[in-house]
């Protein structure tokens, strides 16, 4: 594990994102293409630190490079009213095969006021998410007990509940006891960065302390994928 290193420019990149926010425009974005690949430079050296530090707990992810794991700038605005171009945060997932993965893995972002950690699946397709599902719901005292770990309680709290059913899923019995587990549409997990540690020597060790408290879900739903 590295101790005391500091291996990213934050402010480089913070302040450019902060930039981006007040001038999402493909104009200024050509005016500051430079800052841009600067900014992508420095995250992609804190990407190739974390995958090398998750590897040594993870070897799930064995062979990934930073360009694997770290997702676009630009925004899919098909579908959107917000027609800003561009993303005004960098993010990264360290899964198996990379950013695109089927299974859970470990999520970085980096925004200004709004940096996270995060882990699971998220947004899962009918299939996959059904897949969870029946995982949770036959094997749910082992999931329980991966919620209920003081390690996770302590980083997470609970899981993200922002796209959770009001209602039971189809196909599972609607008296089933531990019913408001299968209810979530994306088995994610959330931590917010706090904004001193961005600046810290500390930020890596205490990323990989927070990605450890996730692996043990992390496992459950990859090997709910694999089934």
């Known amino acids: 594990m590295l101790k005391n290193i500091c291996i990213m420019d934050t402010l480089l990149i913070l302040d450019f994102l902060s930039e981006l926010k007040e001038n999402n425009n493909r104009e200024w974005f050509q005016v500051n293409r430079k800052r841009f690949d ?5 995250f992609k050296k804190y990407v190739a630190t ?6 040594r707990f ?6 990934l ?3 694997d794991c770290l997702f676009r700038i630009y925004r899919d605005v098909r579908f959107s009213a917000d027609k800003s171009p561009y993303k005004i945060n960098f993010g990264a997932f360290l899964a198996p095969g990379g950013r695109k993965s089927l299974k859970a893995g ?3 972002h980096l925004e200004p006021g709004n940096s996270l ?4 699946i998220y947004m899962p397709m009918p299939d996959v998410q059904k897949k969870l599902r029946q995982e949770v719901y036959f094997h749910v005292e082992e999931f329980k007990g991966i919620l209920n770990h003081l390690d996770f309680l302590r980083y997470f709290g609970a899981m993200d509940t922002f796209d959770k059913m009001k209602k039971p899923p189809r196909d599972f019995p609607a008296d089933f006891p531990d019913i408001d587990l299968l209810k979530y549409r994306s088995y994610t997990i959330l931590h917010t960065l706090p904004e001193a540690m961005l600046f810290s020597d500390a930020l890596v060790d205490y990323t990989i302390a927070v990605f450890k ?5 992390n496992d459950f739903l990859s090997r709910a994928v694999e089934g």
């Open 58 to 63: 993870d070897s799930s992810i064995g062979g």
């Open 50 to 55: 974390l995958i090398a530090e998750v590897l």
């Open 106 to 108: 470990y999520y970085f």
């Open 38 to 42: 600067a900014a992508t430079a420095e």
């Open 65 to 67: 490079t930073p360009g």
């Open 213 to 217: 408290a996730m692996k043990p879900l």
């Open 117 to 120: 950690l995060g882990g699971g």
